[in-house]
């Protein structure tokens, strides 16, 4: 079975701890992607990697971490830095070939902060 | 600031009618437009998606309309279904490979 696997699915964390949430892809994918959704707004990027050992810090990236040690997972870290991290985590993958590139999203996590 | 701008932000359509969401870009580097239908709890799927090459691409009930010239792009959902019912999401991106998202529209079918 080809595609994005996140887990846990739902998530809760108590305030001042961090929390790691994983992503990981079996479709050959060099890209990989983090993604935050709150309600009534689009999906904004936290982080972005194009190659092994290397990423990118996209339009939110203050309070998270990422490593990339393996073409296939991504991990993201919620650090105690982050202010308010409740929401929708979705992690994306993509080919970078011809204009653009399609991304494929994972099911999603559901951080909730107790 | 949000580089891509949706609109409506919700719509109401009745069984069999057609929905119509409007996107537009500023930046004239984009050169890849998708459309994801998202259900709750669910993660985006890739639904359509255009190159500016082109003005139209059908596929099924589902179009992409785009005018290059006025930076806008939209999706035509025709005869549509209760199935429908969702959150659309129109994106653009370039050859750096990051997506930019529109905030999104919830389509509500009526039976």
Same mark, same amino acid.
């Given at each position: 079975?080809?595609?994005?696997?996140?887990?846990?699915?739902?998530?809760?964390?108590?305030?001042?701890?961090?929390?790691?949430?994983?992503?990981?892809?079996?479709?050959?994918?060099?890209?990989?992607?983090?993604?935050?959704?709150?309600?009534?707004?689009?999906?904004?990027?936290?982080?972005?990697?194009?190659?092994?050992?290397?990423?990118?810090?996209?339009?939110?990236?203050?309070?998270?971490?990422?490593?990339?040690?393996?073409?296939?997972?991504?991990?993201?870290?919620?650090?105690?830095?982050?202010?308010?991290?409740?929401?929708?985590?979705?992690?994306?993958?993509?080919?970078?070939?011809?204009?653009?590139?399609?991304?494929?999203?994972?099911?999603?996590?559901?951080?909730?902060?107790? | 600031?949000?580089?891509?701008?949706?609109?409506?932000?919700?719509?109401?359509?009745?069984?069999?009618?057609?929905?119509?969401?409007?996107?537009?870009?500023?930046?004239?580097?984009?050169?890849?437009?998708?459309?994801?239908?998202?259900? !709750? *709890?669910?993660?985006?799927?890739?639904?359509? $998606?255009?190159?500016? @090459?082109?003005?139209?691409?059908?596929? &099924?009930?589902? =179009?992409?309309?785009?005018?290059?010239?006025?930076?806008?792009?939209?999706?035509?959902?025709?005869?549509?279904? !209760? *199935?429908?019912?969702?959150?659309?999401?129109? $994106?653009?991106?370039? @050859?750096?490979?990051?997506?930019?998202? &529109?905030?999104? =529209?919830?389509?509500?079918?009526?039976?």
């Amino acid at each position: 079975d080809g595609g994005i696997t996140q887990s846990p699915k739902y998530l809760f964390r108590k305030e001042g701890q961090n929390v790691t949430l994983s992503c990981e892809q079996n479709l050959n994918h060099d890209a990989m992607y983090w993604y935050r959704q709150d309600p009534g707004q689009g999906l904004r990027l936290i982080y972005y990697s194009q190659i092994v050992n290397d990423f990118q810090k996209g339009d939110i990236a203050e309070g998270y971490s990422v490593s990339r040690e393996k073409k296939e997972s991504f991990p993201l870290t919620v650090t105690s830095a982050q202010k308010n991290p409740t929401a929708f985590y979705l992690c994306a993958s993509g080919r970078l070939v011809g204009p653009g590139g399609e991304q494929f999203f994972g099911p999603g996590t559901r951080l909730t902060v107790l | 600031q949000q580089q891509v701008k949706q609109s409506p932000q919700s719509l109401i359509v009745q069984k069999g009618g057609i929905s119509i969401i409007n996107c537009a870009y500023e930046n004239t580097a984009f050169d890849y437009f998708p459309w994801y239908q998202q259900f !709750p *709890g669910k993660g985006p799927a890739l639904l359509i $998606a255009i190159r500016p @090459d082109v003005s139209e691409k059908k596929e &099924g009930r589902f =179009t992409i309309s785009f005018n290059k010239s006025a930076k806008q792009f939209s999706l035509h959902i025709m005869d549509s279904q !209760p *199935g429908d019912s969702a959150t659309y999401f129109c $994106a653009a991106s370039g @050859d750096d490979y990051k997506l930019s998202f &529109g905030a999104g =529209t919830t389509v509500t079918v009526r039976a």
